[in-house]
């Protein structure tokens, strides 16, 4: 018979008021004495732990009904007098420190720039160790974001240090209605750890978990090409000094005919400045850069801004100066740019007349030494005298104290005539890197030739060649674009040697029409000399005249 079989009917026999044994429990040996004894000592330890957890059950139920008569009939104001003590006496007696969280915290208008990050930090850990989770769709993100249902829990571990992460929400019983959700209505995430490591998660776990999320919400937004609205559009509900779209352009370096070598130059260097924000603070500079594309029209230099952008994966604002009224707006515009992101003007050299505000203007040429071209820019820029923007305005935009306002910026000038340009506008340290987008080489095109034909060099051997020596050896010069325009296929009918051998043809024609605009320049030249020494010479005589007729008076 098992010690759990006898334990069971001693306790029967003891309820019945019986106080010896039945023969058939007791044991044939000489350990009938020890083996009873043992029993009764286990019998009124037993006894004992029911009194124990009896008396605790009492003394818990009779706390909670103190409590109870405590919140709902003593006053509040007395009772903020004992909630102190009552703390202080829970801290004695529980180790762990919790910190709260808000979602809406300050103004009831925007969420908690640090709800969002510990959101997003806690949501790699959520999708996979979570039970509960909640699909959220945050504005401007690219995908949906797993976060922690309501009254879920997860561990997170730093430095050796483990921590709890509570989802929790408050219930109001308040019911007022309000588009916006009150204190006591919004979620919160609760932070728990042990108070021996209260200066590891406040110097150190805390910084992290911001750093991190902050990067992962960037890593899941949506990128956004932004361009300026004009200042009478900045005032009135909901308006703002930038518009935006999605930015989805495909570009990227991959795809940008250019050589090889020069391409690879170009993104080692944006993986150092991305990279060098200790370093840009360690030698006193704003963290930005400065690139300066230049070239003829198609070379590739709107291309060359989109694969930057989709490389380093910023933002880009296209800033049109034709619509800045003034340096002051200018400054504000600035202001309102976010970190990552690269600030692009494009044709500078065509935006504004920059070129001459730093001394004073020459004096205009005789109107009919003007040729048509000269003519239609100066009643362009007679167009643009609204904004007054000057060149020391775009300066201090770039490099002035303004500047360092933000971090991680990239600004990105364009222009077709480099020559056009004030050498203090795009010196280096405001200008960092110049690059020259030139005509389309041979390492160019066979990546276009990838790109629009998936044609390689080894399965067109002699289409290649011939290419190759068009482009190197006759040096036809011809854009990216036109060269891109020739590869494309315009119909399915069209292969890829037709397309090909299409090039070829086109860059035969533009040799021959190179010729003709040389001839034509030479022709022109010599007529405008020609022209230039006439009127000379009839300046001249007019000169003569009137100083004999001078004399006659």
């Given amino acids: 018979m098992s010690a759990y079989t006898i334990i069971i009917h001693i306790l029967y026999i003891k309820s019945c008021g019986v106080h010896t044994l039945p023969s058939f429990l007791l044991p044939k040996k000489s350990k009938t004495k020890t083996l009873f004894k043992t029993t009764e000592q ?32 003593f006053p509040y104001r007395l009772r903020e007098h004992f909630e102190p003590l009552a703390q202080r006496l829970i801290g004695f007696i529980y180790p762990y420190i919790q910190i709260t969280f808000h979602e809406y ?23 996979s ?11 401007g993100n690219k995908s949906i974001v797993l976060s922690m249902d309501d009254h879920e829990e997860i561990t997170d571990e730093f430095e050796g240090v483990k921590v709890w992460w509570q989802s929790k929400k408050h219930q109001s019983e308040s019911r007022t209605f309000s588009f916006y959700p009150k204190a006591d209505d919004s979620r919160f995430y609760m932070l ?24 992962i919400e960037v890593k899941n937004r949506e990128r956004k ?39 690879e130059e170009i993104k080692n ?12 603070k360690k030698i006193g500079k704003a963290w930005k850069r400065g690139y300066l594309l230049y070239g003829p029209p198609g070379t590739g230099k709107s291309t060359m801004i989109a694969a930057m952008a989709n490389f380093l994966e910023y933002d880009v604002y296209d800033l049109e100066l034709t619509t800045v009224k003034d340096n002051t707006e200018l400054r504000r515009l600035l202001i309102e740019t976010s970190g990552k992101s690269i600030i692009v003007i494009e044709d500078i050299d065509c935006s504004l ?83 020259e987008m030139s005509y389309c080489g041979f390492e160019a095109f066979k990546v276009l030739a990838k790109n629009y034909l998936d044609a390689k060099e080894e399965d067109d051997n002699e289409l290649f060649d011939e ?18 325009e020739n590869l494309l296929k315009k119909s399915e009918v069209e292969t890829k040697e037709f397309c090909l051998k299409r090039l070829i043809e086109a860059l035969k024609e533009e040799k021959e029409e190179a010729k003709r605009r040389i001839e034509d320049e030479e022709k022109k030249k010599k007529e405008e000399e020609e022209t230039k020494r006439k009127k000379r010479e009839e300046k001249k005589i007019k000169k003569e005249e009137n100083g004999i007729a001078m004399k006659e008076i």
């Fill in 467 to 484: 290419i190759k020596r068009l482009l190197e050896v006759e040096e036809i010069k011809m854009t990216p674009a036109d060269v891109g």
């Fill in 269 to 280: 260097d944006l993986i150092k400045f991305s990279n060098s924000k200790d370093y840009y």
């Fill in 192 to 215: 728990k750890f042990h108070r021996r490591d209260r200066k590891v998660i406040t110097e150190r776990y805390l910084d992290h978990v911001m750093s991190e999320g902050k990067t």
């Fill in 129 to 139: 160790r979570a039970k509960k989770l909640t699909a959220n769709t945050i504005k």
């Fill in 225 to 263: 090409l932004y361009s300026n609205n004009p200042s009478q559009n900045w005032s009135g509900y909901k308006q703002t000094k930038w518009s935006h779209v999605t930015f989805e352009h495909p570009a990227t370096f991959d795809t940008l005919a250019m050589e090889y070598k020069k391409k």
């Fill in 353 to 435: 007349d920059l070129t001459g505000q730093r001394k004073e203007k020459e004096e205009e040429e005789d109107e009919d030494e003007t040729s048509p071209i000269e003519k239609q820019m100066k009643k362009d820029q007679g167009e643009n005298k609204g904004s007054k923007v000057t060149l020391s305005g775009l300066l201090n935009f770039i490099d002035g104290l303004w500047s360092a306002c933000g971090g991680e910026r990239i600004i990105v000038f364009t222009t077709n005539f480099i020559d056009k340009l004030d050498p203090a506008l795009i010196r280096k340290g405001r200008m960092d890197k110049h690059i």
């Fill in 42 to 73: 286990s019998i009124q330890k037993m006894v004992r732990m029911g009194e124990v957890w009896t008396n605790t059950g009492s003394a818990l139920a009779s706390l909670v009904f103190i409590y109870t008569i405590f919140e709902r009939f």
């Fill in 105 to 127: 915290s300050g103004e009831r208008f925007k969420r908690s720039d640090a709800y969002d990050a510990i959101q997003s930090y806690l949501s790699k850990d959520s999708s």
